[in-house]
């Protein structure tokens, strides 16, 4: 959901944004398992194993059209990418003349932080859990993605 929110926030409707996360979806599964990993280790402001997702932005064409479905026909539109900066940043420089791209590791920092802080959960507990969540779908280090693997 924090996710899918922070494409609410660029403009995307609701169907063009869960159209977006389907178009591959395991989108999600990773940035919960890569992330959760990331909330156990000490944080810097300039971690280059920030896991990321990346976008062209002419999904956000579909304001234009209200009626959409948010399906991502076009196979352009279909181009998502995540995983570390260098990975994304590389695939990025690859082709396309725009990409949108967000940092969902600080995305799902700053959650973990507001949980801890509000008592919910401590930061320790949201990370295995999101790790468990990931492992359900039989989620595992991918090689190449992430930089401990």
């Given at each position: 959901?924090?996710?899918?929110?922070?494409?609410?926030?660029?403009?995307?409707?609701?169907?063009?944004?869960?159209?977006?996360?389907?178009?591959?979806?395991?989108v999600?599964v990773?940035?919960?398992?890569?992330?959760?990993?990331?909330?156990?280790?000490?944080?810097?402001?300039?971690?280059?194993?920030?896991?990321?997702?990346?976008?062209?932005p002419?999904?956000?064409?579909?304001?234009?059209?209200p009626?959409?479905?948010?399906?991502?026909?076009?196979?352009?539109l279909?181009k998502?990418?995540?995983?570390?900066?260098?990975?994304?940043?590389?695939?990025?420089?690859?082709?396309?003349?725009?990409w949108?791209?967000?940092?969902?590791?600080?995305?799902?920092?700053?959650a973990?932080?507001?949980?801890?802080?509000?008592?919910?959960?401590?930061?320790?507990?949201?990370?295995?859990?999101?790790?468990?969540?990931?492992?359900s779908?039989?989620?595992?280090?991918?090689?190449?993605?992430?930089?401990?693997?």
């Open positions: 959901m924090l996710i899918a929110f922070d494409l609410l926030q660029l403009g995307l409707t609701p169907e063009r944004a869960i159209g977006l996360l389907r178009s591959d979806g395991y999600v990773q940035a919960a398992g890569f992330c959760s990993r990331h909330l156990t280790r000490e944080r810097t402001v300039d971690d280059k194993d920030d896991f990321y997702l990346a976008f062209d002419t999904v956000l064409a579909d304001l234009s059209n009626g959409s479905s948010g399906e991502l026909d076009d196979p352009v279909r998502v990418l995540c995983g570390a900066s260098a990975y994304v940043l590389s695939e990025v420089g690859k082709g396309g003349r725009r949108v791209i967000l940092n969902l590791t600080h995305l799902i920092w700053e973990a932080v507001r949980l801890e802080l509000t008592g919910v959960t401590t930061i320790a507990a949201f990370a295995d859990a999101l790790l468990a969540w990931a492992a779908f039989d989620w595992r280090v991918a090689d190449g993605i992430d930089p401990e693997a």
